[in-house]
């Protein structure tokens, strides 16, 4: 099929998730190959060729893949998937990694996975869906706070309230209702759960998965896990919390039930899958699903995969990921984001980043471009999460100092970063 071992690969992405993606691919020694990265950015500019395609230009997409004979395409962020890139490129008999647009629903439609939960009787929160404000409001009366107010779509990590009383409450439905995040038919009015969040991977080939490790996310801009959400300021991987008896209630209570729901919709579900879960006593609870890696637990967790990531994506599209055995370095891996200052609200573009160069890199150490972009041989933040910073090694502690040392060698101005992350595990 890959005349001479030789193989095109597209990533379509350009965030620190792809980057790292991007790495794993160049470094497979499986195949010789040329690397597209759609558009990509500064970090993946020097490992494979940028294309500055838009991705929800799925003709010019098209166009471009057939024009370069693509072998592969690796999908990273939800919004193509969910807006059915996958179904989109099958049908041009174009091989792709990532769920289709009906399955996407998980992650794009917020409402699609609480039926399925009731449905699979799958651990979540309680909730109520509601088509207007008034019938909203008149549920929220009685109500015990705090309440979790979402919208349905894809709303970037946007679109969840957390709400501790009621005029908070009503102010997270009207915004929604009044279309803060596109049109809203519908609002979801969750329970809150308490607990220790972790984000738990799988891969799969539509027919057999396996287990794609831990991580453990911090969504707020702030120290000890205060101000806005984020996309995600810092990671690390291995969760703390994970172990076989834990895993296996994952896997039986909500991963299985959930392929079982997908297949009596007469679907597959080909892809990375991550559930965000809310442990508690040892208890999993499903919190949302994501159809893809998670940003920047990708960054942590693929260092430490033994296994060839693109031996396992083309067993994926190829149907025989069973044959595979998936293996992980015994280590501890940690992610800090360096952000543009001002994010998640407002910052500053077109900042140049000097002295990149000055960086240490070695396979513990490495640094994935997000936000970035590269002109003239000059890098600029283009975007509010810049720069992610990943060590590798026996503890998480040393990690981290390892990542801050090197943030405070960059001496980028215009940055800033959560210098807690993994405190949950270092300081206790
Ligand atoms: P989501 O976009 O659904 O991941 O929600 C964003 C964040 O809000 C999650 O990572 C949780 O920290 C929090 N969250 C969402 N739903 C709940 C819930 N029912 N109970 C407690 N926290 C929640
Ligand atoms: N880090 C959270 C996410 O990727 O959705």
Redesign the pocket.
């Known amino acids: 099929r890959y005349i001479n071992n030789y193989m095109k690969i597209a990533i379509l992405g350009s965030g620190g998730r792809e980057h790292a993606i991007a790495i794993k691919i160049y470094k497979s020694n499986k195949f010789e190959k040329k690397l597209y990265c759609i558009p990509g950015n500064a970090g993946t500019n020097s490992i494979a060729q940028n294309v500055d395609i838009k991705l929800n230009d799925f003709s010019k997409i098209y166009n471009f893949l057939k024009q370069k004979k693509i072998d592969l395409v690796i999908v990273g962020p939800e919004k193509p998937l969910v807006d059915g890139i996958v179904d989109y490129l099958e049908k041009k008999n174009i091989k792709v990694f990532g769920p289709n647009q009906k399955v996407s629903q998980l992650e794009g439609s917020k409402i699609f996975t609480k039926k399925i939960c009731e449905k699979y009787n799958i651990p979540t929160?309680k909730f109520g869906i509601f088509e207007n404000k008034e019938d909203t409001f008149d549920f929220l009366k009685n109500r015990k706070m705090p309440l979790?107010i979402?919208a349905d779509g894809l709303a970037a990590?946007k679109g969840?309230y957390?709400c501790k009383d009621m005029e908070s409450s009503k102010n997270a439905v009207s915004e929604i209702f009044n279309g803060k995040f596109g049109k809203a038919d519908q609002i979801l009015v969750?329970?809150?759960?308490e607990g220790d969040?972790m984000s738990y991977f799988i891969i799969s080939d539509g027919n057999k998965y396996k287990s794609f490790s831990t991580a453990q996310d911090h969504?707020r801009v702030g120290e000890g896990d205060t101000g806005k959400?984020t996309g995600g300021m810092g990671a690390y991987s291995p969760s703390s919390l994970i172990n076989d008896n834990l895993e296996k209630k994952i896997i039986n209570k909500i991963i299985q039930p959930t392929l079982d729901a997908i297949k009596d919709m007469g679907q597959q579900y080909k892809g990375f899958l991550y559930a965000?879960l809310?442990i508690k006593n040892n208890e999993p609870y499903l919190?949302?699903y994501n159809v893809r890696m998670g940003d920047p637990e990708c960054q942590t967790i693929l260092p430490l995969l033994k296994t060839d990531l693109l031996d396992l994506i083309l067993s994926c599209c190829n149907k025989n990921l069973e044959k595979q055995n998936i293996e992980w370095h015994e280590k501890k891996s940690l992610c800090i984001v360096l952000c543009s200052k001002g994010y998640p609200e407002n910052y500053k573009n077109n900042i140049e980043i000097t002295d990149l160069d000055n960086l240490d890199s070695s396979e513990n150490d490495l640094i994935y471009h997000a936000g970035t972009k590269v002109l003239d041989e000059v890098v600029y933040a283009v975007g509010g999460r810049v720069l992610n910073f990943v060590s590798i090694s026996d503890d998480y502690l040393i990690s981290r100092n390892k990542i801050i040392n090197q943030i405070k060698k960059l001496n980028w101005k215009n940055g800033f970063y959560r210098s807690d992350i993994g405190y949950k595990v270092i300081n206790k």
Request: hydrophobic content about 45%; cysteine-free.
């Open positions: 929160a979790v979402k990590g969840v957390i969750e329970e809150f759960l969040e969504k959400n965000g809310m919190i949302e």
